[in-house]
């Protein structure tokens, strides 16, 4: 069992920066691939970034390439995602999630077996 809570969201303006972090508790954190999620209203949860289990590996998608970053500390069991030059786009409700069965990143909702209670951003033009 792995507990997420996430926290950071909030309301900023086009071009503004914001950090997501997310905490985990229960199984060993550094065993796993984490991952962020986001979901528009009317639209479907969509993959936005991951992470290896050492945090050497990442991959995002195309939308959020070159403007956010996902990071982790395994000793503060936390993965973050720092999101710089938002637009009104990346508007949505933002979940991480854990995949205890992968160790190396992973990108389909599917994989993942654990997921926080989300956490809104709001992009204002």
């Known amino acids: 069992q792995v507990m997420l809570v996430e926290s950071g969201g909030g309301l900023v303006q086009a071009g503004g920066s914001l950090r997501l972090s997310c905490a985990a508790s229960?199984?060993?954190?550094?065993?796993?691939?984490m991952g962020w999620f986001r979901q528009a209203p009317g639209k479907e949860r969509d993959f936005v970034a991951s992470?290896?289990?050492?945090?050497?590996?990442?991959f995002y998608a195309d939308s959020v390439k070159g403007r956010f970053t996902i990071s982790r500390d395994n000793a503060q069991n936390t993965v973050y995602l720092q999101m710089d030059d938002l637009n009104p786009e990346d508007t949505a409700v933002y979940y991480c999630?854990?995949?205890?069965?992968?160790?190396?990143?992973?990108?389909?909702?599917?994989?993942?077996?654990?997921w926080g209670q989300g956490t809104q951003v709001t992009v204002s033009s």
């Open positions: 999630a854990a995949s205890v069965r992968y160790r190396n990143v992973v990108i389909t909702t599917r994989a993942y077996d654990y």
């Open positions: 229960g199984r060993t954190f550094n065993n796993y691939a």
């Open positions: 992470i290896n289990y050492s945090g050497d590996s990442t």
